[in-house]
């Protein structure tokens, strides 16, 4: 917003910054450094004084454009509007052009996902037919690494709310997931403005901007043969949509396939597709209005089962109309499976009709109840609440709870676990079913019928139970996670520790025999310097690496990958090591060829392990480190012998773990080797630069990042 402001301002344009909140944030007064600001008015509120936009003085001063941040906001109690977009309203009616923001999870029809995806429920939210109508929405899109990395450089938050803020609600799955809702929600937006520049236009025939697939479906048991037909033809057109319709009688007639359909409606979303229901009495024109309405590219039909005599007496059937009418749409037909004939006697064929149909009946019920639980759970990612809303609405009650009996000082009680609806969980319940032993589901609204008991005993209990035991099952693995995790904290720094004050005390006992009485000679006195300088350059290499791997560990650390020559990494790592470092054996080929990598992050791999060979490694028997081709990689081997330790598992040391974590960070392979002897190998392998044999080397060349983790960057 600020730099479409300066570009405006620039070009003669009357710009004021009606109201931006900087947040405190250097970078962002800096950007709105020039720009004419309107001063806020105070507005006091139960005794605390606010500072909001001055509607008036905007309005007053009547600029060509003004800068409105946090369209979403909501006004101070006393101010003329109680939402900042009306306060843009008026701008708008006054002829004052308007650049404004928001973010978003503020957006109505994404607020609820939001607060599943972050945990946090949205206080501000913006009808989306508000942000909808602007003439441009520009999307502000940056990757998650590259906002991840702004916020550890301080550039969002102060230094004391970074920590939690990496932690909980900016964590990189809930930055990618927001993305993708934007992304969509733009997208929506643009397919709009394409349909009313077609009916504006009288544009009839489909613009294939992007597959939309429409399958028709009559409510039969046959028809889900035919969606899954049609999500497969999706599933192999990446971008494309998938759209059921069923066509409902405008002429008051029923079909009687509401169960087949709740059911299909059910399969629908599972394969992320939307259902609509058309109203119309003649089926093939009713379709037909449908996708060019959605601007379809292609139709999934079922084939008509007619043979040519009820052709004959009853006309065309509706596939065969649609195929003809279809103009630039493709149909698909798709064979239906005939249920062949059998010569019962009338009475007996009615008899075993009423008996199956009513069996029937019940197990759609319970498979269509099932169905619908099970989507609620999968689009509810586990959430209970989520599935109690779910079977809220399908028996239309009030209110659904989940009751966990617990004992406390004063005795057993109820405690609320999960709840949905408007009903106090705690009142009276209408009905009550046991999940577990201490668990039980508690409706209200209305007493159930035996027909309703029986199937939500038979398909939610066992769905709320066994999503409680996932549940439970997801917890105790995170704490058991988090546990050794937590251990092998705590062990590693406890080894850091101890290897950092071993090197002070070395190099305090360097320090003292410098500072002494004794004589020593030159000689003497240039080793203990260098034994000196060497202890605190190990002792600084230690906390450097606990910071890395912290910020490794907070994905805000980026590997810029190209192409490295390994003499000099290996140079740069014996430089890194300095001149008092023992003797390093180095084996590489004259034929090497260069390899893709983070110059700086491969160097640093190398001079941690290096440092970790030399300190556990004997003395007499220096680290060797050789580099071999390998088809289209290359591999560099760090060996140390004469480690007197346990053969299984790594190494409980910081420069070891940091290096393995760096190494995977860059999308390559880390291999420890430990054998009984005492010698230990890291094997690490890296893809060679300019292999012709896989173009995905080639292109981690030309983009400069093989891995999900990286940020690409332009090769040198």
Same mark, same amino acid.
């Given at each position: 917003?600020?730099?479409?402001?300066?570009? /405006?301002?620039?070009?003669?344009?009357?710009?004021?910054?009606?109201?931006?909140?900087?947040?405190?944030?250097?970078?962002?007064?800096?950007?709105?450094?020039?720009?004419?600001?309107?001063?806020?008015?105070?507005?006091?509120?139960?005794?605390?004084?606010?500072?909001?936009?001055?509607?008036?003085?905007?309005?007053?001063? $009547?600029?060509?454009?003004?800068?409105?941040?946090?369209?979403? $906001?909501?006004?101070?109690?006393?101010?003329?509007?109680?939402?900042?977009?009306?306060?843009?309203?008026?701008?708008?009616?006054?002829?004052?052009?308007?650049?404004?923001?928001?973010?978003?999870?503020?957006?109505?029809?994404?607020?609820?996902?939001?607060?599943?995806?972050?945990?946090?429920?949205?206080?501000?939210?913006? !009808?989306?037919?508000?942000?909808?109508?602007?003439?441009?929405?520009?999307?502000?899109?940056?990757?998650?690494?590259?906002?991840?990395?702004?916020?550890?450089?301080?550039?969002?938050?102060?230094?004391?709310?970074?920590?939690?803020?990496?932690?909980?609600?900016?964590?990189?799955?809930?930055?990618?997931?927001?993305?993708?809702?934007?992304?969509?929600?733009?997208?929506?937006?643009?397919?709009?403005?394409?349909?009313?520049?077609?009916?504006? $236009? #009288?544009? #009839?025939?489909?613009?294939?901007?992007?597959?939309?697939?429409?399958?028709?479906?009559?409510?039969? !048991?046959?028809?889900?043969?035919?969606?899954?037909?049609?999500?497969?033809?999706?599933?192999?057109?990446? #971008?494309?949509?998938?759209?059921?319709?069923?066509?409902?009688?405008?002429?008051?007639?029923?079909?009687?396939?509401?169960?087949?359909?709740?059911?299909? %409606?059910?399969?629908?979303?599972?394969?992320?597709?939307?259902?609509?229901?058309?109203? #119309?009495?003649?089926?093939?024109?009713?379709?037909?209005?449908?996708?060019?309405?959605?601007?379809?590219?292609?139709?999934?039909?079922?084939? =008509?089962?007619?043979?040519?005599?009820?052709?004959?007496?009853?006309?065309?059937?509706?596939?065969?109309? +649609?195929?003809?009418?279809?103009?630039?749409?493709?149909?698909?037909?798709?064979?239906?499976?005939?249920?062949? %004939?059998?010569?019962?006697?009338?009475?007996?064929?009615?008899?075993?009709?009423?008996?199956?149909?009513? %069996?029937?009946?019940?197990?759609?019920?319970?498979?269509?109840?099932?169905?619908?639980?099970?989507?609620?759970?999968?689009?509810?990612?586990?959430?209970?609440?989520?599935?109690?809303?779910?079977?809220?609405?399908?028996?239309?009650?009030?209110?659904?709870?989940?009751?966990?009996?617990?004992?406390?000082g004063a005795g057993p009680g109820w405690h609320?676990?999960?709840? *949905?609806?408007?009903?106090?969980?705690?009142?009276?319940?209408?009905?009550?079913?046991?999940?577990?032993?201490?668990?039980?589901?508690?409706?209200?609204?209305?007493?159930?019928?035996?027909?309703?008991?029986?199937?939500?005993?038979?398909?939610?209990?066992?769905?709320?139970?066994?999503?409680?035991?996932?549940?439970?099952?997801?917890?105790?693995?995170?704490? *058991?996670?988090?546990?050794?995790?937590?251990? =092998?904290?705590?062990? +590693?720094?406890?080894?850091?520790?101890?290897?950092?004050?071993?090197?002070?005390?070395?190099?305090? *006992?360097?320090?003292?025999?410098?500072?002494?009485?004794?004589?020593?000679? !030159?000689?003497?006195?240039?080793?203990?310097?260098?034994?000196?300088?060497?202890?605190?350059?190990?002792?600084?290499?230690?906390?450097?690496?606990?910071?890395?791997?912290?910020?490794?560990?907070?994905?805000?650390?980026?590997?810029?990958?190209?192409?490295?020559?390994?003499?000099?990494?290996?140079?740069?790592?014996?430089?890194?090591?300095?001149?008092?470092?023992?003797?390093?054996?180095?084996?590489?080929?004259?034929?090497?060829?260069?390899?893709?990598?983070?110059?700086?992050l491969l160097t640093r791999v190398l001079t941690?392990?290096?440092?970790?060979?030399?300190?556990?490694?004997?003395?007499?028997?220096?680290?060797?480190?050789?580099?071999?081709?390998?088809?289209?990689?290359?591999?560099?081997?760090?060996?140390?012998?004469?480690?007197?330790?346990?053969?299984?598992?790594?190494?409980?040391?910081?420069?070891?773990?940091?290096?393995?974590?760096?190494?995977?960070?860059?999308?390559?392979?880390? /291999?420890?080797?430990?054998?009984?002897?005492?010698?230990?190998?890291?094997?690490?392998?890296?893809?060679?630069?300019?292999?012709?044999?896989?173009? =995905?080397?080639?292109?981690?060349?030309?983009?400069?990042?093989?891995?999900?983790?990286?940020?690409?960057?332009? !090769?040198?």
């Amino acid at each position: 917003m600020l730099a479409e402001g300066q570009r /405006r301002r620039a070009r003669a344009t009357d710009v004021v910054a009606a109201l931006v909140e900087t947040h405190g944030r250097r970078q962002t007064a800096m950007m709105a450094e020039g720009l004419e600001t309107i001063p806020r008015r105070t507005v006091t509120y139960r005794g605390s004084t606010f500072a909001e936009m001055d509607l008036d003085a905007v309005l007053a001063r $009547h600029p060509q454009v003004a800068l409105v941040d946090e369209l979403a $906001h909501t006004n101070v109690p006393g101010c003329r509007n109680a939402k900042r977009w009306q306060d843009v309203d008026e701008l708008l009616d006054a002829g004052i052009d308007v650049i404004t923001t928001v973010n978003v999870q503020h957006l109505d029809s994404l607020s609820d996902v939001a607060r599943q995806i972050t945990g946090v429920r949205q206080q501000e939210t913006l !009808p989306d037919e508000i942000a909808r109508r602007a003439d441009q929405i520009e999307l502000v899109d940056m990757a998650p690494e590259a906002l991840r990395r702004r916020m550890v450089h301080g550039n969002v938050y102060p230094p004391d709310r970074i920590e939690a803020a990496l932690t909980h609600y900016f964590r990189p799955g809930n930055l990618t997931a927001l993305r993708e809702l934007a992304l969509l929600w733009v997208a929506d937006r643009v397919d709009e403005g394409l349909q009313r520049y077609r009916a504006e $236009h #009288g544009i #009839g025939a489909p613009w294939e901007t992007r597959e939309r697939i429409v399958v028709g479906i009559a409510g039969e !048991p046959a028809d889900e043969r035919i969606i899954r037909r049609a999500a497969r033809i999706a599933a192999n057109t990446p #971008g494309s949509d998938l759209v059921a319709a069923h066509v409902t009688r405008d002429d008051g007639m029923t079909s009687g396939a509401d169960e087949a359909l709740d059911v299909q %409606r059910t399969l629908v979303s599972s394969l992320g597709g939307s259902f609509w229901q058309v109203p #119309g009495t003649d089926i093939a024109e009713a379709l037909l209005r449908f996708a060019h309405d959605q601007n379809a590219t292609q139709m999934v039909l079922g084939a =008509s089962r007619r043979n040519r005599l009820v052709t004959l007496l009853a006309g065309k059937s509706t596939p065969t109309k +649609l195929a003809r009418c279809a103009g630039h749409i493709d149909v698909h037909l798709v064979s239906r499976e005939s249920a062949g %004939r059998r010569p019962w006697a009338a009475a007996g064929l009615l008899t075993v009709l009423r008996v199956r149909r009513g %069996r029937a009946r019940r197990e759609t019920a319970a498979a269509s109840a099932l169905s619908r639980l099970a989507a609620s759970v999968v689009s509810g990612h586990g959430d209970p609440a989520a599935l109690l809303e779910e079977i809220r609405g399908m028996f239309d009650l009030a209110a659904v709870s989940l009751l966990e009996q617990r004992h406390d000082g004063a005795g057993p009680g109820w405690h609320v676990m999960a709840s *949905a609806g408007d009903v106090p969980s705690d009142g009276p319940a209408d009905f009550l079913l046991p999940v577990t032993e201490k668990i039980t589901l508690a409706g209200h609204g209305h007493r159930l019928s035996g027909e309703e008991q029986r199937v939500l005993s038979r398909c939610a209990v066992p769905m709320v139970a066994g999503l409680l035991r996932r549940r439970q099952d997801e917890q105790d693995a995170d704490a *058991a996670r988090r546990a050794a995790d937590q251990r =092998s904290r705590s062990a +590693l720094l406890a080894a850091t520790g101890r290897q950092a004050r071993d090197q002070l005390a070395r190099a305090d *006992a360097s320090l003292a025999l410098l500072a002494g009485p004794e004589a020593i000679s !030159p000689g003497e006195r240039a080793a203990l310097a260098a034994d000196a300088r060497h202890a605190v350059s190990f002792v600084s290499r230690l906390i450097t690496d606990v910071s890395d791997l912290g910020r490794l560990h907070a994905g805000a650390l980026v590997t810029c990958l190209r192409q490295v020559d390994l003499d000099e990494v290996l140079a740069a790592v014996l430089e890194d090591l300095g001149p008092g470092a023992p003797e390093i054996a180095l084996s590489l080929p004259e034929d090497l060829p260069d390899v893709i990598a983070d110059a700086d992050l491969l160097t640093r791999v190398l001079t941690s392990l290096t440092a970790w060979a030399l300190h556990h490694g004997a003395g007499d028997m220096p680290p060797a480190i050789a580099a071999t081709r390998r088809e289209a990689d290359v591999e560099l081997r760090v060996t140390v012998k004469g480690i007197r330790e346990p053969a299984g598992g790594e190494p409980d040391d910081l420069g070891f773990r940091l290096a393995r974590d760096l190494t995977e960070a860059m999308g390559d392979a880390f /291999r420890y080797t430990p054998d009984p002897d005492g010698d230990r190998t890291v094997i690490i392998t890296l893809p060679a630069a300019g292999h012709e044999s896989d173009p =995905s080397r080639r292109q981690a060349a030309a983009l400069g990042s093989t891995s999900p983790r990286s940020a690409a960057a332009p !090769p040198e």
